[in-house]
């Protein structure tokens, strides 16, 4: 019988009785169709162990491959935050702070009459270093270019709180200068931070 020829089988002329008989009267053919079906049982079991472990691998693999995109997301983060950390000016040291401070004032002709020690304050990201002083400045556009180059100085600098007044100044005798030599100096109180981050 070929292959072709089993559409044309209908199963209402199929003598199940006849078959089972047959099947009792042939004992090892009974066997053999018995350990063919259970061959075939253990057959598609392992199929479809077979098919469920590949799946597991699957998504075994799709999970790893997660991780290795969260550790090189993390390499990548972890890279750009050093290179931050490195960019970061270095500031100035405490020691160097008077000093810096002191040769501004020159450049603008700005007196410094006196100052408190600095000090340091830890944060959890930098160290802040504040210097007080009093200043005079001979008018208020010296004061003002005095305070901008400590701005803009490139050692983490900044001018965190000032005050400042204006007085007449005098002649060497102490009287008032005339109307003609009038001039109005500039005094000021100026709170100077500076800023070292942390770089760990």
């Not at 799709?62 to 993390?74: M, P, T, Y």
């Amino acid at each position: 019988m070929k292959i072709s020829d089993l559409s044309k089988i209908n199963i209402k002329d199929i003598d199940l009785a006849k078959i089972q008989e047959n099947l009792l009267q042939k004992p090892d053919l009974l066997i053999q169709l018995i350990i063919t079906g259970i061959s075939f049982f253990i057959l598609i079991k392992v199929v479809a162990g077979g098919l469920l472990e590949e799946k597991k691998v699957q998504e075994k693999i799709q999970e790893l491959g997660k991780k290795v995109a969260r550790i090189k997301a993390h390499d990548d983060l972890q890279k750009e935050y050093s290179q931050f950390l490195a960019d970061l000016p270095p500031g100035l040291p405490t020691d160097d702070l008077m000093g810096r401070v002191t040769e501004l004032a020159g450049e603008h002709s700005i007196q410094i009459s006196n100052f408190s020690p600095p000090k340091e304050i830890k944060k959890k990201f930098h160290t802040l270093t504040i210097l007080s002083l009093n200043v005079t400045a001979n008018n208020y556009q010296d004061m003002v270019t005095f305070i901008r180059s400590i701005e803009e100085s490139s050692e983490n600098l900044r001018v965190d709180r000032w005050t400042s007044a204006a007085k007449a100044q005098t002649t060497n005798s102490g009287e008032a200068a005339s109307a003609e030599e009038d001039k109005e100096s500039v005094s000021a109180q100026i709170d100077i931070d500076l800023v070292k981050y942390s770089k760990e």
